[in-house]
């Protein structure tokens, strides 16, 4: 029984990730079109119809192309790096709180921080292994920023794990059944929205690859295989940040069509941010994490806990 529920759980998990590759791709897709229609242009429309299978061309042509690698870069790190920084992206889909063959967490919460927190060493181990002072300097930069907004991300979380008491993501939607929290704190989700942003490297945050100052940043040495992986990690984490947004805000899980379309609605918001507005200054984006996001995430806590210890 036990091996059998195991094979399920390979089986389900399989069946996840390559669920979350076709939605990356799609991602990619609708991120083109719409950044298209918003430039009054039509997007990708020749490969299939619609241009609904430029995705697969693109991954075709990116994945046939020659692997370069700079003369005097650290190999082995240079070429592993992408590969990590994917592969960590995919680990944190094992938190999405099915019921029913799949990992369920109890420490899901912890789980996903640790992962994050890791994804920093990827960033930094491909801009210092590049050996190129642009890629170096592309890393630290998204370094500081990642790390950064970590810290506005876990205090932002700790006010949801207070009004649940659990860091297991299947408590949201039983807590969410009557009212979303949403709107029991609008200031707070509206700055892990910004933070997750900032978290993913998205526009206004996209200093890690500023091409107007730096380049392309961090990866700007890697083509084809490496940049692609590179590629599909922050958009799998871009999605992954949305249905965490949905879980946390909007309600929880549902096994329903509403749950993938409130999904689709935060990716869509983060398609259409980088499609409005222009890059932050980077020293205003330090002051937004450590002067508002910080005292803000801080003093919702507080109040929670007092709220917590007044009623019980």
Known sequence: ??????????????????????????????ERKILGYIQIRKGPNKVGMMGILQPFSDAIKLF?????????????????????????SLMIWLLIPYYFNMVSFNLGMLFFLCCTSLGVYTVMISGWSSNSNYSLLGGLRSVAQTISYEVSLVFIMMS??????DFNLMMLSV???????FFLMIPLS???FSSSLAETNRTPFDFAEGESELVSGFNVEYSSGGFALIFMAEYSSILFMSMLYS????????LNIMFYMKLSLI????????????RYRYDKLMYLAWKSYLPISLNFIIFFIG?????F
Request: proline share 3%.
């Open 1 to 30: 029984m036990i091996l059998k529920d195991l094979m399920m759980m390979i089986i389900g998990m399989i069946l996840l990730i390559l669920g979350v590759l076709i939605g990356v791709a799609f991602l990619t897709l609708l």
């Open 64 to 88: 046939t192309k020659e692997q370069t690698y700079p003369m005097f870069s650290n190999y082995m790190s240079y070429y592993y790096s992408p590969i990590f920084s994917f592969i960590l």
């Open 160 to 165: 949801v794990i207070i009004f649940i008491m």
């Open 175 to 181: 807590y969410q059944n009557m009212i979303w929290f």
């Open 190 to 192: 509206l700055s892990w």
């Open 247 to 254: 879980l946390m805000y909007l309600g929880g899980y549902d």
């Open 267 to 278: 990716s869509f918001l983060f398609i259409w941010v980088r499609g409005t507005l222009p």
């Open 307 to 311: 709220m917590y210890l007044f009623l």
